[in-house]
C-alpha cells in the first residue's frame, strides 16, 4: 500500500490548505486513516484521524474548530482541511493508514510541508 500526500505550501496566518492523501496498491480496506506533524525540534504528533467504518473522528486540541478531517471511501483518500491557520501549525504532515487497531498505522506518506507565515 502506497500513500500519496499533496497539498501542502506557504501560507499566511489566518490561510487555508487542504492537504490529500490517497491510497493505492493492493485491495486496501482502511480500519483508519489520520495525518500527523512533526515540527524541527518536536516529537511528530497525531493532528487528526477518521475511522472507516463510523467516520467517526478525532482531533487534537490544538486544532479543534479548525481543521476537518474527511474522507472519500471510493477513492480511498482522506483529506485534511486546515482553516484559521496559526504559524505553529508549521511542520511536516504525513498521513497514515492502518488496516486493524491491532496493527496501528503502517503505512506512511512522504509528507507535505505546510508552512505559515505570521
Known amino acids: 500500500v502506497q500513500l500519496q500526500a499533496s497539498g501542502g505550501g506557504l501560507v499566511q496566518a489566518g490561510g487555508s490548505l487542504r492537504l490529500s492523501c490517497a491510497a493505492s496498491?493492493?485491495?486496501?480496506?482502511?480500519?483508519?486513516m489520520g495525518w500527523f506533524r512533526q515540527a524541527p525540534g518536536k516529537e511528530r504528533e497525531s493532528v487528526a484521524r477518521i475511522y472507516w467504518s463510523n467516520s467517526r473522528t478525532y482531533y487534537t486540541e490544538s486544532v479543534k474548530g479548525r481543521f476537518t478531517i474527511s474522507r472519500d471511501n471510493a477513492k480511498n483518500t482522506v483529506y485534511l482541511e486546515m482553516n484559521s491557520l496559526k504559524p505553529e501549525d508549521t511542520a511536516v504532515y504525513y498521513c497514515?493508514?492502518?488496516?486493524?487497531?491491532?496493527?496501528?498505522?503502517?503505512?506512511w506518506g512522504q509528507g507535505t510541508q505546510v508552512t505559515v507565515s505570521s
Open positions: 496498491g493492493r485491495t486496501f480496506s482502511p480500519y483508519s
Open positions: 497514515a493508514a492502518s488496516e486493524s487497531a491491532i496493527t496501528g498505522y503502517k503505512y
